[in-house]
């Protein structure tokens, strides 16, 4: 499973960093993403990257605002998340699918945007909530 944790509570402008954790297995051979669903809107995606070769993907909403980055010695994805807005309310789920498979292991940019805007993730986070006050 995934274990998602910074949420909370922060002024427009402010900033929080959510982390997310695999429990049972590691990030190796994964890309991994972060999504939001605000009340009464669809899921959207907000940023993916490749544990392969780091390689990140961001959506138009967030690019220039937030930074997604991994630690692999501690096997934790992050995503920082700068002058926040109202809009940026949400819960956000973290999710994981394994893209080198059978030998075949891809880099390249493609490989965080597939995540992000095509593939169905495996496996997903309980989500955590950020709320951002105007």
């Not at 949420?7 to 402008?13: M, P, R, S, T, Y």
């Not at 909403?61 to 630690?71: A, H």
């Not at 995503?79 to 949400?90: G, V």
Request: net charge negative.
């Amino acid at each position: 499973r995934l274990v998602e944790s910074g949420g909370g509570l922060v002024q427009a402008g402010g900033s929080l960093t959510l982390s997310c954790a695999p429990s049972g297995f590691t990030f190796d051979d994964y890309a991994i993403g972060w999504f939001r669903q605000a009340p009464g809107r669809e899921r959207e995606e907000v940023s993916c990257i490749s544990s392969i070769d780091g390689a990140t993907y961001y959506a138009d909403s967030v690019t220039g605002r937030f930074i997604i980055s991994s630690d692999n010695t501690k096997n934790t994805v992050f995503l920082h998340m700068n002058n926040l807005k109202p809009e940026d309310t949400a819960v956000y789920y973290c999710a994981v699918d394994r893209v080198a498979v059978g030998g075949f292991v891809p880099k390249g940019d493609y490989v965080p945007k597939q995540m992000c805007t095509e593939e169905a993730p495996e496996r997903w986070g309980q989500g955590t909530l950020v709320t951002v006050s105007s």
